[in-house]
């Protein structure tokens, strides 16, 4: 079976995307290599290009650069972060992430809108990062997103699927690939988003702050696949705990 | 002959007033907080908590806390590595000029202080912020003594405009301005503004501020205010922790921030934590001295309060201290430091503020992180 996840005209293999700001880039190859990653973000804000501890020279080469635009408080500001990257060949993919709340760090869905719009007309593979609301994914959708990235729950909080319900809301309606970005806590989390249809996570925290880096990521590999694997197989039977009424409820109705 | 004190909360000429309550806000709650009242029952009641309120923080700040710094410095890294990860950022100061028109008792750069003074030509400068670059430094801090006739605002803002020649990201430690001057400075290439209040304490800031603009208090409280309206990205927050009963003055800081954050939710907030060591063999009898203990116990507190919020470690405290609050508690800390005029290239220009207690070089400091399994960040923000 050839399952890929696909952006914008992209195949990937993996369904796991790393995020790379949290954990020491000497073990960066490590991290991606246990747990398959074949797209890893980077803000731009922190690659010191040319300077000590670029995090460029640390990403292999086979894998696809998603640089986000961290540290823009509005559109313009990730507009050009984004042209910025692009200039210093980090390729066409980008990850619109529009912060105005230092201490939240939500996403300004606004202001995504309007930068995803911009960059998608400039042929930027745009992936925005979202607080998942239904008319803002359609309005993503519109203004020419390549994928669409809500938060599960606020970044490196760690607290898995508080939005599991609006999540499911925009695998159900959306079409384009649906990635959870922010707040996933560990790879049984992973596993139940990738359960309910979602086509690709993102981790970052929950990688970077465990005992063991590089095993996590692999766990969150395999969770990420096993997810994968149930949804396409769809479940099986769920026994109810009560117990189903002996008499019918239609048996009075007449052919 | 003496001298007429002047009122020290009279705004002087050309100051700008802008519309905030917030000073008499926290002079209100700082007088309500009697850090004695706690217990250790309300110690481990807000340790329970997951997010911290002011009144949350007041009891970590209290003595009652201090037989839990173990515990709650285990809460504070967990927090520390959600929000930072293993990042801690390197920056080095740059001191242009050593002028100063106040009268601070506490410091050496004191206007009465009779020592060497001077400023960098731009010229000079330009030969020190090479020297600072090369050792691969990203982030500058600007620093001038206190004086807008001898490093006045286009001064600083040249300088600022040479260093954005060789730096992503530039700071500024200088005197108080209004918000059109920030403004302006923030054009030049700055994007955050430390101004540290000292104390809190009015009657104690009227005392060791004896003359000069400084001694206005509410033109100083509000610099953050006038900055973050001038556009800068972020602002730092400080008292000089043993001036005063530092419990208050550390209180009055956290709220400080808080309300901040509060207001203008976009603006990045940091601490700093300078103090004022306290006299050997006078351990514990003076509620205002801050040793090491104490020291960690209100950066752990402004972490548990503000989980986001940076705090940088002071080249004034050891090595032995910095290397074990980064990560925990610390996220940005110096390298490289010389706190005289110049010093990086040239030989020292002016006299120093103060004397650093960890000399260590760039890739000193460098390794060091490494060895903790940290990572050094040498940019951490890219100005669009």
């Known amino acids: ?255 | 002959m003496a001298i007429k004190k002047t009122n020290p909360m009279e705004y002087g000429k050309d100051m700008e007033i802008i519309d905030s309550d917030m000073m008499n806000q926290i002079i209100k709650m700082v007088k309500n907080y009697d850090y004695n009242q706690y217990t250790e029952a309300d110690v481990k009641r807000v340790m329970s908590k997951e997010t911290l309120k002011p009144d949350d923080f007041g009891v970590i700040l209290s003595p009652a806390a201090l037989p839990f710094l173990e515990e709650l410095a285990k809460k504070a890294v967990t927090e520390t590595r959600k929000h930072f990860g293993n990042n801690v950022c390197l920056f080095t100061p740059l001191y242009i000029s050593n002028y100063c028109e106040n009268h601070c008792v506490y410091c050496g750069f004191n206007c009465k202080n009779k020592i060497r003074r001077g400023k960098l030509s731009f010229a000079e400068m330009e030969e020190e912020l090479k020297a600072i670059a090369e050792t691969g430094l990203k982030e500058l801090l600007i620093l001038t003594g206190e004086s807008r006739h001898q490093s006045g605002v286009g001064y600083i803002g040249e300088a600022i405009k040479l260093a954005a020649n060789y730096f992503t990201n530039i700071g500024i430690e200088i005197y108080p301005l209004n918000s059109d001057e920030y403004a302006y400075l923030h054009d030049c290439g700055a994007d955050f503004v430390s101004v540290y209040q000292e104390t809190y304490n009015i009657d104690k800031y009227e005392q060791v501020h004896l003359s000069g603009s400084k001694r206005i208090f509410p033109y100083r409280f509000y610099s953050q205010e006038r900055a973050i309206q001038g556009g800068m990205r972020g602002v730092a927050f400080g008292a000089l922790l043993g001036l005063d009963d530092f419990r208050k003055d550390a209180f009055a800081t956290g709220l400080h921030a808080f309300l901040m954050q509060q207001k203008y939710p976009h603006a990045e907030i940091a601490f700093s934590t300078p103090r004022l060591r306290p006299f050997i063999n006078n351990a514990d009898n003076n509620p205002n001295d801050v040793h090491e203990k104490q020291l960690l116990q209100v950066m752990i507190a402004f972490r548990l309060l503000m989980p986001y919020a940076g705090i940088t470690i002071s080249t004034r405290e050891r090595a032995g201290f910095r290397d074990n609050v980064i990560g925990m508690v610390a996220t940005k800390i110096s390298a490289g430091v010389s706190v005289g005029v110049g010093g990086h290239k040239l030989e020292e220009k002016a006299d120093e503020q103060f004397e650093i207690s960890d000399p260590r070089s760039v890739p000193e400091v460098h390794r060091m992180i490494l060895s903790k399994g940290l990572q050094p960040v040498y940019t951490d923000y890219i100005r669009v």
Do not use: W
């Open chain 1, 1 to 255: 079976m050839n399952d890929q996840l696909v952006i914008g005209g992209h195949c990937f293999q993996s369904r796991f995307i790393l995020g790379s700001g949290k954990f020491s880039l000497e073990i960066m190859k490590a991290v991606v290599e246990n747990g398959g990653a074949e797209i890893v973000t980077l803000a731009l804000r922190r690659a010191n290009i040319g300077g000590e501890e670029n995090i460029l020279e640390h990403i292999p080469d086979h894998v696809t650069l998603l640089p986000n635009t961290s540290g823009a408080r509005n559109a313009e500001e990730a507009v050009r972060i984004a042209r910025l990257a692009r200039e210093v060949n980090c390729g066409d993919f980008v990850k619109v992430e529009v912060i105005r709340d230092s201490k939240y760090l939500m996403p300004d869905n606004y202001e995504t809108i309007k930068a995803t719009e911009i960059l998608a007309k400039e042929g930027f593979i745009v992936m925005p990062y979202m607080y998942p609301d239904l008319n803002v994914a359609r309005a993503l959708v519109d203004a020419g997103a390549a994928a669409v990235m809500p938060l599960a729950a606020p970044i490196g909080s760690n607290k898995g699927l508080s939005t599991k319900d609006f999540i499911q809301i925009l695998v159900d309606e959306i079409d384009l690939p649906i990635i959870v970005d922010a707040g996933i806590g560990r790879p049984s989390e992973a596993c139940e988003v990738m359960e309910m249809g979602v086509d690709a996570v993102m981790c970052n925290t929950a990688v970077a702050t465990a005992g063991n880096v590089a095993l996590m990521a692999k766990a969150f590999g395999q969770a990420i696949a096993a997810g994968r694997n149930t949804h396409l197989a769809g479940l099986g039977r769920v026994l109810n705990r009560v117990a189903e009424a002996s008499s019918p409820l239609t048996g009075f109705l007449e052919d």
